[in-house]
C-alpha cells in the first residue's frame, strides 16, 4: 500500500525557510493532486482546508490566505515529489505538516481541501519557528 511520506522539516528563525517533500512509500505519487495541510499545537488535523495544493495535470495551484505569497507548491516528476517551499516563517506556521492525495480544487477561489473522511494521514513532518 502506498504511503505518503513527509520530510524536510525543521526549527528555522522568524523569516526563515524551509522546504518540505512528499514522497510516497512504497510506490509512485497516487495523485496528480496533491495538498499540503498541518497541525498546529493544540489543535486538530483538518481536513477540510489545505494550505496549498497542485493538481500537475494542468499545473493549477490554490493557496490559503494565510500563505499566499509566502509558500509555493511544485511538483518534481522525476524524482516523484510534491514539494512546499515556505518562505518568511512566522511563530504561526508551526506546526506538524502533513500532504494528503485527491485533494479538491474548486474551478474557482483559491480553496482547495482533502477529501472527507481522509483518515490515512502519515507520520508528518514538524516545523518550529522560535527566535
Known amino acids: 500500500q502506498v504511503q505518503l511520506v513527509e520530510s524536510g522539516g525543521g526549527s528555522v528563525q522568524p523569516g526563515g525557510s524551509l522546504r518540505l517533500s512528499c514522497t510516497a512509500s512504497?510506490?509512485?505519487?497516487?495523485?496528480?493532486?496533491i495538498g499540503w495541510f498541518r497541525q498546529a499545537p493544540g489543535k486538530q488535523r483538518d481536513g477540510s482546508e489545505a494550505?496549498?495544493?497542485?493538481?500537475?495535470?494542468?499545473?493549477?495551484?490554490r493557496y490559503a490566505d494565510s500563505v499566499k505569497g509566502r509558500f509555493t507548491i511544485s511538483r518534481d516528476k522525476a524524482n516523484d515529489a510534491v514539494y512546499l517551499q515556505m518562505a518568511s516563517l512566522e511563530p504561526d506556521d508551526t506546526a506538524i505538516y502533513y500532504c494528503?492525495?485527491?485533494?479538491?480544487?474548486?474551478?474557482?477561489?483559491?480553496?482547495?481541501?482533502?477529501?472527507?473522511?481522509?483518515?490515512?494521514w502519515g507520520q508528518g513532518t514538524q516545523v518550529t519557528v522560535s527566535s
Open positions: 494528503a492525495p485527491d485533494v479538491v480544487l474548486p474551478p474557482s477561489g483559491s480553496r482547495c481541501y482533502a477529501i472527507a473522511p481522509y483518515n490515512d
Open positions: 512504497g510506490g509512485t505519487l497516487p495523485s496528480d493532486r
Open positions: 494550505l496549498a495544493c497542485i493538481d500537475s495535470s494542468d499545473g493549477r495551484t
